[in-house]
Every structure is written in structure tokens, then in C-alpha cells.
């Protein structure tokens, strides 16, 4: 069946590091992939989206990249602030309109 | 700027109490979801409504309802509820499908 696998968490970084939080997926068909950010105390907001092979996805600084040879769509930011920790959320949706979200990946950016 | 509100942040009940738990939107959205977030198991969803008086079940309908009579509020029912059912919820709107577009802060609810 179709899933999202992300990487364990929690994450610590220093500020202005390089970030990446891993993310696979299985899945039949041409899925669209995402990563939400869940803010401490907040419900999530979807944070970007690709919906088709080698497009990239971006916002605030962040990018993903559907990578359909690999089944991979892994999150990245060159300079992590450190309003920028938070849980972030993988998911994917199926040509069927099924919603499948990984587990989440906790970051914590230190001064 | 859009709203999905839920009507408490933090509630407490006992075993066995009926719950309810309220989310209204101001978007006109068709979709509405509930979800159940704990630690290590991400996001599942309970039930989702595709528009006024339908539903239809989740992942892990087991021990709870829905009720949507009005297309701006989306309500979970906890019929008699359990200790296994301590967890946060989350309401999110779609205005197309079941891409959950936007999430209410949540109800951390705690049965004793």
C-alpha cells in the first residue's frame, strides 16, 4: 500500500546550518507529495508541494524535490533560523485522493 | 486571512463522558477532516465530510462520530470516552479533494 517513511527525529541544530530531513515514499500511480510545519502549540500549514517528477518545490527558504527515480522528496534549507523549529511533516496523495502523512521530525535550531 | 477554529485548546473529561469536539471555518470549503495526532504515529485520520449531512470514514473511525448539519462546522463525538482516546485532534479543511489545506491549533484532550 501506498506510505510516507521520514526520518527519525529529534534534530538539533545550530543556527544558519544546512538542513535536510529525509523523506521516501511507496506508492502506485503519480503521486502529489508534500511537507507541512506543525509550529509549537499550532496545527499544521502546508509549508510546499510538487506534484509531478522533478518538479521543486519552495517557500520561506525551503525546498523539496520529487525525485521519482529514487521515490525520495527530501526537505532542505541552506541557513536554518531558529524560528524555524518545529515538526515537519511528509505526505502524499495518491492518484486515488488517499492523504498518507509520516510520522513528523522534530527540529530544534539553537543560537 | 483564513480560519479554522476548534472550539477548546485544552479539555479534560472522564471516562465514559459523551464528548464533543466543535471546528468551524470561515472559507466556504466543501472538505473538512478530523485527525488524531501521537507521538510516533504522525497524523490519522477519523473521518472526513465532503459536504453538508455526508461523511465518510477514516483510517480509525472505531469509538467516534461526526456530525456536519451546516457546511462551516464539522463536529467529532466521542460516544463513551476511553483512555486510549487521550490525544490531540486536529480539524482541516480542503477546498478540492482530500489535500488538507488548512488546520485549526488543535484540542489537546486529556480522559482520566
Known amino acids: 500500500g501506498n506510505s510516507v517513511t521520514q526520518m527519525e527525529g529529534p534534530v538539533t541544530l545550530s543556527e544558519e546550518a544546512f538542513l535536510t530531513i529525509n523523506c521516501t515514499y511507496t506508492a502506485t500511480g503519480y503521486p502529489s507529495l508534500f511537507w507541512y510545519v506543525q509550529y509549537p502549540g499550532e496545527g499544521l500549514q502546508l509549508l510546499l508541494k510538487a506534484t509531478k517528477a522533478d518538479d521543486k518545490g519552495s517557500n520561506k527558504g525551503f525546498e523539496a524535490t520529487y525525485r521519482k527515480e529514487t521515490t525520495s522528496f527530501h526537505l532542505e534549507k541552506g541557513s536554518v533560523q531558529v524560528s524555524d523549529s518545529a515538526v515537519y511533516f511528509c505526505a502524499l496523495s495518491d492518484s486515488g485522493n488517499q492523504f498518507y502523512f509520516g510520522t513528523g521530525t522534530s527540529l530544534t535550531v539553537i543560537p | 486571512d483564513v480560519k479554522v477554529t476548534q472550539s477548546s485548546r485544552y479539555l479534560v473529561k472522564r471516562t465514559g463522558e459523551k464528548v464533543f469536539l466543535e471546528c468551524v471555518q470561515d472559507?466556504?470549503?466543501?472538505?473538512m477532516f478530523w485527525y488524531r495526532q501521537d507521538p510516533g504515529l504522525g497524523l490519522r485520520l477519523i473521518y472526513f465530510?465532503?459536504?453538508?449531512?455526508?461523511?465518510e470514514k477514516g483510517d480509525i473511525p472505531e469509538g467516534y462520530s461526526v456530525s456536519r448539519e451546516k457546511k462551516e462546522r464539522f463536529s467529532l463525538i466521542l460516544e463513551s470516552a476511553s483512555t486510549n482516546q487521550t490525544s490531540m485532534y486536529l480539524c482541516a479543511t480542503a477546498d478540492r479533494g482530500r489535500q488538507p489545506q488548512h488546520f485549526g491549533d488543535g484540542t489537546r484532550l486529556s480522559i482520566l
Open positions: 472559507m466556504d470549503h466543501e472538505n
Open positions: 465530510s465532503y459536504d453538508v449531512k455526508m461523511k
